[in-house]
């Protein structure tokens, strides 16, 4: 460790240098994955201080034999801080991948080449139990969470990071940003790092975010917004930012939410519910949670959930009632809570027994306490009658979708050194729209 902490200064040292005695660094850092449209793709996203002459992904079936060659494109960088500090962002998309195969690969140019990394393509189709973990509001500075999870690479198909990244990707010139990105590495180096913007990341119209990380998105959305199938699920990714930050835009608020829209309107399509029934969504700031601060989920009537006031545009809630939405995953509240399941603060539990067998509304998770420098978040001591469970700790979720019915849930703590703290199951015979809404 102590050899791998002297190279890390040293090549760390090499990239502050570069710009002021004329070095030149083109060896790959920041290496992430992401999925593609669809199981035989595979996004590997990576960043040189220098420009190189090519971006290429080396990739076999061993780690003697990455005999196959994907390239891709690389931009130009540059952060909105007094430095203006510059870097290279290379996308490469591999295609023609084998479902559920294991690759090795390696990222970079003739200038350089990354170490050695593996990662599994997303199966095929939907008779399969992704396993994914959940976190959000983790940084580059008290990631207590992060030593865990990099110990439990194995047992995950893919990650969830709810918002928040780094506290924060553009601050001293980008430099926290470089710094968090390479912290990840080591877990988004192998599973599919898949992402949605916080109100940390809001600096410079959210570029850090737009150009650091790489969805399966529209051209349209910049990253902000997206959706991917895996096994019976259908999972979406929205920017809450939109609602709080209007000087970026109205208009992409608008163009989200009519996004939305469509998108639901597709996945609850009567052939494509048979196929995948959950619809799960990740969204930074929560509709509802019940903790000691003036966040706007403390109030009754917050904007995600009912829109911009007056005009009332926008709102979620009601939209995640229309098409069925199953799973409801936020972050932004340094804590974890989970919620009956709820519409319009009223419960909608199954029954009495068992409140998560079919369930009248959808389910809601607070899970923001990967580990941050902002600490914990404390709780109100006046539980709400909607508020199942709650823990301010840190720790992160986990989420089993085992097949058309069943998904399980277990939020571990990091300060219990992994214990179970919370555990439930989530059962639906049927996936279908609510009607609360009409009623």
């Known amino acids: 460790m102590a050899v791998e902490g002297e190279l890390l200064c040293f090549v760390t040292l090499l990239a502050g240098l570069h710009r002021s005695y004329g070095i030149i660094y083109q060896q790959p850092e920041q290496i992430h994955l992401s999925y593609g449209r669809d199981p035989t ?16 992904v ?15 494109y690389s931009t130009h960088f540059v952060d909105g801080g007094t430095e203006h500090r ?44 992704p396993r994914l973990v959940m976190y959000g ?72 975010y737009k150009n650091r990380f790489t969805m399966p998105f529209d051209e349209q959305s910049e990253h902000m917004f997206y959706s991917f199938d895996i096994g019976p699920a259908h999972i979406i990714s929205l920017s809450t930012e939109y ?14 939410y009519e996004w939305l829209d469509q998108d639901l309107k597709k996945a609850n399509l009567p052939e494509n519910r048979a196929e995948r029934p959950w619809i799960i969504t990740m969204g930074h700031r929560p509709m509802y ?47 974890y809570e989970r919620l009956w399941p709820i519409y319009n603060r009223k419960v909608y539990n199954g029954s009495y027994d068992h409140p998560y067998t079919n369930p009248g509304a959808p389910v809601h998770i607070v899970t923001g306490s990967a580990g941050c420098k902002e600490r914990l978040d404390p709780f109100n001591p006046n539980l709400n009658p909607w508020s199942a469970y709650r823990a301010s700790d840190y720790g992160y979720t986990r989420m089993t979708i085992h097949n058309h019915t069943h998904i399980d849930f277990q939020q ?24 609360l809404g009409n009623a």
């Open 86 to 129: 510059a870097q290279y962002i290379h996308r490469v998309v591999i295609t023609g991948l084998t479902p559920g195969q294991k690759y090795y690969y390696h990222c970079g140019s003739s200038y350089g080449w990354s170490d050695p990394f593996n990662f599994t393509a997303m199966p095929k189709g939907n008779n399969w139990s």
């Open 412 to 435: 571990v703590s990091d300060d219990k050194n992994g214990e179970i703290i919370d555990s439930f199951t989530l059962i639906k015979d049927k996936h279908e729209p609510y009607g």
């Open 289 to 335: 949670c019940s903790n000691n601060d003036t966040d706007d989920c403390t109030k009754n009537e917050t904007l995600v959930r009912v829109g911009i006031p007056f005009i009332h545009i926008g709102g979620l809630e009601h939209m995640f009632d229309k098409y069925g939405v199953d799973v409801a995953l936020w972050a932004h509240e340094h804590s």
């Open 137 to 208: 509001d983790m940084g580059n500075v008290n990631a207590q969470s992060l030593p865990r999870l990099q110990r439990e690479v194995d047992m995950y198909d893919a990650v969830l990071h709810v918002g928040d990244l780094a506290y924060d990707l553009d601050a001293n010139n980008s430099r926290i940003g470089d710094a968090f990105m390479k912290q990840i590495q080591t877990i988004a180096g192998y599973l599919p790092y898949m992402t949605c913007p916080g109100n940390h990341e809001n600096t410079y119209n959210f570029s850090n």
């Open 243 to 256: 609602y709080y930050f209007l000087e970026y835009g109205f208009g992409q608020l608008l163009m989200q």
């Open 58 to 72: 080396k990739y076999g079936l061993s780690p003697a034999s990455v005999n196959q060659q994907a390239t891709g």
């Open 41 to 56: 793709q595979m996004i590997v996203t990576w960043s040189t201080v220098n420009s190189t002459n090519s971006s290429i």
